[in-house]
């Protein structure tokens, strides 16, 4: 075989790999359910919140789970939107309304551990827990915290609420040079 002949079929086995590949990603990109950029549950309709959290967007299980990405992070977070949980319409963040904290936490109801009586054992941690469910309307926001409790609030209140957390008292210790101060200046 000519080295001519050999680069051919090289080339040729190169376009009908690159070919199938992209068949088979294709058709594995249009099947696939959208899964959270950080905790890689399924994005549910009702629950969808986009947000960039330190400059990158992306799509998170719930408005919960893309707070705990940001306080992990240490990063600064914006909502691009979230979604209706009762009609799992798009809204935009300042129109939308929130119940936090309800029984209600559809992002870990799989995984719900039951005591021997049947009853569900409070989870010590889960990135999207407390829920946060956005509401187009407060009456509807209201209804649904009468029903399942939970505290009503504009989202905006919430996210300010969040982003300026009561931070406890900061203990600094102190520096060496100034214990070194303290000692020279007792001598
Ligand atoms: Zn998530």
Known sequence: MSRVQQLCGLLVALVVGLGLAYAGW???ASSRAEVCQACGRTVHADMRAVASVGGHRGVFCCAACALSQAA????????????DYQTGKTLHPADAFVVEGSGVVPCVRQHEMLNRDGLAVPMAFDRCSPSILAFATRTAAERFAGQHG???????ELIAQRLTPAVPHRITPPSPSSLYTRNSSSR
Request: glycine share 14%; no cysteine; hydrophobic share 40%.
């Open 72 to 83: 992990q992070l240490n990063k600064k977070i914006g909502f691009a939107s979230v979604a």
């Open 26 to 28: 294709s058709v594995s």
């Open 150 to 156: 939970g505290e009503v609030g504009t989202f905006d």
